[in-house]
Nanobody, 128 residues
Framework: QVQLVESGGGLVQAGGSLSLSCAASGRTFSNYVMGWFRQAPGKEREFVAAIRWNSGYTNYADSVRGRFTFSRDTAKNTLYLQMNSLKPEDTAVYYC?????????????????????WGQGTQVTVSS
């Protein structure tokens, strides 16, 4: 049973930084694509960033590129999302997700419908 557990959310002022973690367990993730998505009140869940577990290749939404960094520690089975220069519009519940399809293309990494497993989410609030 795959389990994804996010942590690290909180309240931060605009311009500040937060680091989210996602502890993954229950499976070997070597062929997985792992993603971060977020959902603000009244809005659809949107893509933030993705990483190929094997290679470390990353893909980012335009809205966060250059500010967020997605990384993984394969020994600890843990993923990290370092968020810098945070803006009020980054406020949302952030979800960690796993796509077990090893053939997911870079273009498809942002499609939330491709992801099979989801964490419970962690709240990030950025005050202005």
């Amino acid at each position: 049973q795959v389990q994804l557990v996010e942590s690290g959310g909180g309240l931060v002022q605009a311009g500040g930084s937060l680091s989210l973690s996602c502890a993954a367990s229950g499976r070997t993730f070597s062929n997985y694509v792992m993603g971060w998505f977020r959902q603000a009140p009244g809005k659809e869940r949107e893509f933030v960033a993705a990483i190929r577990w094997n290679s470390g290749y990353t893909n980012y939404a335009d809205s966060v590129r250059g500010r967020f960094t997605f990384s993984r520690d394969t020994a600890k089975n843990t993923l990290y999302l370092q968020m810098n220069s945070l803006k009020p519009e980054d406020t949302a519940v952030y979800y960690c997700a796993g796509d077990r399809n090893p053939f997911t293309t870079a273009q498809a990494m942002g499609n939330r419908l491709r992801y099979d497993y989801w964490g419970q989410g962690t709240q990030v609030t950025v005050s202005s």
